[in-house]
Each structure stands twice: as C-alpha cells, then as structure tokens.
C-alpha cells in the first residue's frame, strides 16, 4: 500500500475523530500487514522519437487565423497586448452544465489558464492549488498524482467535463487549457462526488488561433524539459483541424538521490462537419517514474528533527512509475438556435508500479524508528464514462435568457490492486540519509500482501432549469437520481456489496443583477459519496452527505477582470469513524462535521498592461458529532489551515518586456485534537515570494522564473495523511528556470 493509505489507517487505531478521504479499507489493510510482518519476520528510444516528432513540429505551419467561434459564447475578451499574458477566460459551461457566462453562475469558480500557469511557471496540480483561493495542496507525489483539497474536503476530477474516479497521474500542463476549480457540492451535475468541489481539466483544442512553437527549459538540480506543439488546419476550408503536443522532461530535486524521468503524448482533432454539428477526438500518454519520498517525521511532539532540509528518508535505489492512456471524444448537435444537443465519451486506464518504504512511527528521542514498505508493481485503475445532454432556450416561449437541460451519464470506475509487504527494519536517523537508505534498499519481498478489487458503476439522470423571471432576477434549480451499484473484494475473499439506494439531490440558486457588472447570487446545493465502510454490526454504512449554503457577489470590469467574493457553509454527515477491528474487519461508526468560509479572488486586468490573480480564503471547519470522543465536539479540525492567500501580478512594457511576481501564504496547521494522549505542534505558516521576467523578440519568447526568492524554509500541509508519522514534506526552497520558445 501507499504512504497515504498507510497512514490514514494509523489515525484510525489511534485517537480523535477521523475522516478517510479515499476509497481503500485502510486500518483493515495495516492490521494485516502487520500481523503478517510480525509473523514473517523510458530511455534513448524515448528521446528518439521525441526527436522525430519535434522535427515535425518544426515544419508545421503556424496559424494567424481568428477565432471561430459560435456566437452563442460571444464577448470573449480581448488580449490586453500582442505579446503579453492573459490571466482571465470566461468559458465554463462544460463543468456547470449551465448555459452561463462566468460572472452569472451561481457558485464561487476559479479558473487558471495556461498564459498562467507558462507565467507563475506552475509543475502541477499542488503548485496550481497554491494559487487558488480555498484550495489547498493535500499530498506530494509526482508518480502518484499531486491531491488537491477544495474548502476542507478531497476534490473531485473531471477532464473536459466528464468524471475520473482518480488521477493517479498529474496530467501535464503542456496538454491542459485551463483548469476549472468549482468548488461546492457538484451532485446535481455529477452523482457521486465530494461536498469540496470538482477539478476540471480542459484539454487543449485544435482552434483557428491554437499556436505551435518548440520550447526548451533548464533550471535548478539539473531539471531539463523539451516540449513541442504543432496546431493548424488539415485541410483547405479549416473544417478540420489538429493539434500535437509532445514533452519530455528529467531532472532531480533539492532533497538527496530524487529523481523525475516524465514523457507526455497528446493529440487531438476538431472537426466542423457541417455548420450545425461538430465533433472533437482526444488521445494522450503520460509516463511519470520518480524516486517515492514521503517527507520526514517529526518527534512525537512534533518538533522537526534536526537534519539537513535536503535528507532523504526512503530507499534510494526505489522507483514509482505510473502510465496514464486517455481517449475521449464527442458531437454537438445544433439543429435550431433553440435546441443543442450533446454526446461526449472518455476512456482512461491508469497503471502504477514500484516500491517504496517509508517510516512507520514519528522518530524517537534517539533517533530511532521502525521501517517497512511495499512492492506494489500490478495496480489498475479503469474509468469510463458516457454523457448525453439536451438543451433549450425558452426565448420563443417569452422567458428571455432563459432554458432547460436534461443529461443521462453513465460512469463505471474499477480500482483493482496488488501488492506484497517488504520485510522491514529499524534505523537511526541521524547515521545519514546514505546509510539509511541503504537499509530501506536491503528489504525484500515478505510473505504479507494485501489484494482489493473495487468496482463502482454509476448511472446518473440530471435536469437544470434557468429562468429568468424579471429582468434583474434569475432563478436557478436542479435535480439529480443517481443509482450507484458498488462491490468490493479484499485479500481474494468474498465480494461486498455496498449499494446506497436510489440518490435524489437538488440544487436552488437565485442570481440578482444589482447594476451593470454586478451580480449578487445565493445557492443551497447537496452532494453523495459512497461510503465502504461498515458500522460495528457489520452493516454498510449510509453515504456521506453534503449540503451547502452559499452566497455571493461577482463583478465582470469591462469584460477583463472579474472580482469574486463567496461566503460558504458545510454541512457532511456520516463521516467514518474508527472503532475497533474484530475478525480483520475495521468497523466504524458516523461522525458530522461543518465548514463555514470565505473566500475573495481577483483574476485578469487591472490596469493597463497589469494582469493580476489574486486570492484570500478564511476556513473554520469544525466537528459537531464525533462518537468515539465527545471532548472533540464543537472543536476545530486539525490537519487544515484556517488561512490561505496568494497574489500574482504580471506587467508588460509593451516593447516585448514583461515583469511579475507574486507570493503565496499558508497559516498555521494545527495537529492533533482533544482526544490526542498530549498537544503537539502545529506546523508553522508560510509566506513565500516568486518572481519572473521575460522578453518576446519576433517569435522568439525567453523567460525566467525565480521561485521561493528569499529561500524561506516551510512544510506543506498534508490532510491527506493527517499523521505526523507520515512524515512532512518540506516545501521547494530558492529554484530558478529559464525556458526558450519559438513560436512556428
């Protein structure tokens, strides 16, 4: 098993309220590593064809056209400058399903564009959680994918706004468009998700204006990336058009013996088969093999053990790797400007082998610890899903703005993984990371393993009505049944079956324009997830369930920058609490937990030749039924930062210079709750500062990026694993990157 798996299921033979985030029976799968310990006692192919496929991008013609689209997503912004970075895009009906521009939908929504993200020089969905009002970087794991938590829960995923059970694999940049963070409940659209939210990623398309260009980048520890895009038309009319993408990267990384060995394949069509119906193709491949580290743990009060920021705890001689093959595909259909209609598919399967080990307490007075790991080279993970959609305007029916949609999905999920148990040991830290490692190399394979099979179809049936009653007032409603059918088989014993029922949730907002630009919205939504869990008389737990108030106000400035303001609360009952394990079977009981916040963001120009992003999020989650340990009632819940910000400016002098900089915070975390034996310490609040410069000559663009400018030395959060024996990651120090472009 995972570190976070690991050591989720260590929280739950300890103390305190508790909340699995993740499908796996976690504290059934330690108790029997541990009895079973206790009783045991790509290379220069890949660079080649990378060769061959930039030399064709080399030779692909670059595209001057303007953009195409259809005038029902109209007032697309314009560029602030020729050169220069756009920070704000407005497009977000394929994760809402709703036919609203940004500033119109009724719930808080953050969006981060490539122009961005090629900016801020961002690596991965923690960095991007980094810059996003409530949200925050949850776990570290380049092979295993970078978690992000949405207002104090796990975050759902979506790519081009069909759902993914799990991104095993952080998808890379180069292939993304933007990310879509919309936070809140999403069952309405989606059946079963988390009350936080949902990340969307939104593929790159094959546009009229789509650029191609070939990009190298070098930076600290010996990073290096060579990446390549070629886009155009592929026939006379420019019905169809394609878009390629190719990237390579290697490098190691501030902590000792860490390496990162990644290669990316995307392609894609975009087609106009006739003036009413188009349709669009997907097809990527990601490899991603890295060093597995998990962070450090602290002595049992949580202070830091005093080694160098660069120590590695695992085995050097270990490797991660994790394969990711996605298609997907889709029409629309308009045969009126009153009806519109959909049909999108995706296939991704996701493999993930290696070892890794990793500490099993925090570290003692001493020095000393115990060790273990796993060999996990045979983990799958199938997802595919199925959406059809209808949508109508009322215009002709007297209601203005006005329209209603119906969509059918079906999502089937399968989580199947096998893994032994490494032998283990003890060691003592400070004989240095070299020796260390050394021991965690010589484990071999035990006699322990641990199997699950876990199977999840879903078929969710969805209607939204948008109404416009008068002209400043606009109503918003919802409803979704979704009928979930799940079983799970553990260690090649018998199959479980863990059906909810029949889910019925809904979803009522009301959107006031106040005055030209300025919209006033409040929101009731719910949300479901499974729960595989059972209580302590062997019965299925009931599902999570999630509902939320919201309010807020969005302000569109002359359709370049949009400020957002939201206050929020969140109520999920039946979260699962350890009990006891009888007969190998964890059981549990339900616990309820509540988080209320606010959150503030300011995205795109602000000035002439400024673009900005900026964010601030105050969370206050607390737990309001803990049944194990009634001292936590009413209690703020540990493992979360109450405070988040970030800000990011870019300036463009207009003769090809451009400047930016930014900064990103993070309070302070506490770790342990009132059941704990004792206190421990928090791990301590963040800020720290980034810059960049770039120059743009004819189609050539160099920039450079300088991060943690000041060399501040921090921790991340990690809620994932709620553990200070999981060990924390210390945070990238001082870095820099220079990249190359030009454009074709």
């Excluded at 940004?102 to 090629?118: G, H, T």
């Excluded at 049909?343 to 570290?363: C, D, F, M």
């Excluded at 079956?497 to 029949?502: A, T």
């Excluded at 979260?575 to 964890?586: F, H, L, S």
């Amino acid at each position: 098993m995972n570190q976070g798996e690991w050591s989720a299921a260590r929280r739950h033979v300890g103390n305190g309220p508790v909340r699995i985030e993740g499908e796996v029976d976690a504290a059934r799968r330690v108790a029997k590593r541990q009895t079973e310990s206790a009783s045991a006692a790509l290379g220069r192919g890949a660079r080649a064809a990378l060769g061959v496929v930039l030399a064709a991008v080399a030779c692909a013609p670059a595209q001057a056209q303007s953009d195409s689209r259809d005038a029902a997503s109209s007032e697309k912004l314009e560029r602030a400058t020729v050169t220069g970075y756009r920070f704000l895009d407005e497009d977000t009906s394929g994760i809402t399903n709703l036919p609203l521009p940004v500033e119109k939908v009724p719930q808080s929504i953050s969006l981060l564009n490539n122009d961005f993200v090629k900016a801020a020089d961002l690596k991965n969905m923690g960095e991007v959680a980094q810059y996003t009002p409530g949200a925050i970087w949850a776990s570290y794991s380049p092979s295993y994918g970078n978690q992000i938590w949405l207002r104090g829960f796990s975050a759902g995923f979506a790519i081009d706004g069909l759902t993914v059970g799990d991104q095993i694999t952080d998808p890379d940049p180069a292939i993304l468009e933007r990310y879509e963070v919309v936070k809140g409940p999403a069952s309405v659209v989606y059946g079963a998700q988390s009350p936080g939210g949902v990340v969307n990623l939104v593929s790159k398309s094959a546009s009229p204006d789509t650029p191609s260009y070939i990009e190298a980048l070098a930076g600290s520890w010996g990073r290096w990336r060579v990446e390549g895009q070629a886009a155009g038309a592929l026939n006379e009319s420019g019905s169809i058009r394609g878009i390629g993408v190719v990237a390579h990267e290697e490098g190691g990384s501030f902590v000792d013996f860490v390496q990162l060995n990644k290669s990316v394949l995307y392609g894609g069509l975009d087609v106009d088969i006739t003036k009413s119906l188009t349709g669009y193709f997907r097809a990527s491949f990601q490899r991603t093999e890295d060093t597995p580290y998990n962070g450090i743990p602290t002595y049992a009060d949580g202070s830091l053990v005093p080694v160098s920021y660069a120590y590695f705890l695992g085995g050097s001689a270990f490797r991660a790797a994790a394969q990711a093959t996605r298609v997907d595909t889709g029409l629309k259909w308009k045969p009126t400007d009153a009806w519109a209609f959909s049909l999108q598919g995706i296939y991704q399967y996701t493999t993930h082998g290696g070892r890794n080990a990793y500490p099993y307490s925090t570290i003692a007075s001493d020095g000393t610890f115990p060790f273990g790991g796993e060999n996990f080279n045979d983990w799958h993970v199938y997802d595919a899903t199925l959406a059809l959609s209808a949508a109508r305007t009322l215009d002709d029916v007297g209601l203005s703005d006005s329209s209603v949609s119906a969509n059918l999905r079906y999502q089937h999920y399968r989580y199947d993984i096998f893994e032994t148990f490494l032998s283990g040991g003890s060691a003592d830290i400070f004989s240095g990371d070299t020796a260390v490692s050394a021991l965690f190399n010589a484990q071999t394979i035990g006699a322990g393993f641990y199997q699950q099979d876990q199977q999840m179809n879903y078929l969710t049936a969805s209607s939204q009505a948008v109404v416009k009653v008068a002209k400043p007032l606009t109503l918003v409603g919802g409803v979704t049944l979704s009928r979930p059918v799940i079983d799970l088989q553990v260690d090649d014993g018998a199959w479980q079956n863990f059906d909810p029922g029949n889910q019925l949730k809904y979803r009522l907002a009301a959107v006031v324009e106040a005055a030209k630009g300025l919209d006033l919205y409040a929101s009731y939504s719910e949300s479901y997830q499974p729960n595989l869990r059972v209580d302590v008389n062997f019965n299925s737990l009931p599902p999570l369930s999630g509902r939320q108030y919201e309010a807020g106000a969005k302000v569109l400035l002359n359709r370049k920058l949009l400020l957002t303001a939201a206050v929020f609360q969140i109520r999920e009952s039946n979260v699962p609490v350890y009990v006891e394990t009888v007969g190998g079977e964890a059981l549990y009981k339900v616990s309820g937990v509540q988080h209320r916040g606010l959150e503030l963001e300011a995205n795109g120009q602000v000035a002439e030749r400024w673009q900005v992003r900026a964010g601030l999020a105050f969370l206050d989650p607390k737990v309001t039924q803990d049944p194990t340990n009634s001292v936590n009632d009413g209690e703020t819940r540990p493992w979360l930062p109450k405070v988040t910000a970030n800000l990011y400016a870019n300036y463009d002098f207009g003769n090809g210079l451009s400047m930016s900089g930014g900064t990103r915070h993070e309070g302070s975390i506490k770790t342990y709750d009132n059941a704990s034996p004792s206190p421990t310490l928090p791990i301590r609040a963040y800020t720290v500062a980034d810059a960049g410069v770039s120059y743009a000559l004819d189609k050539w663009h160099v920039q450079l990026n300088l991060k943690n400018i000041f060399n501040e030395k921090y921790y991340l959060s990690t809620p994932i694993f709620q553990s200070l024996a999981a060990g924390l990651y210390p945070g990238e120090p001082r870095s820099v990157g220079i990249s190359v472009r030009r454009s074709l």
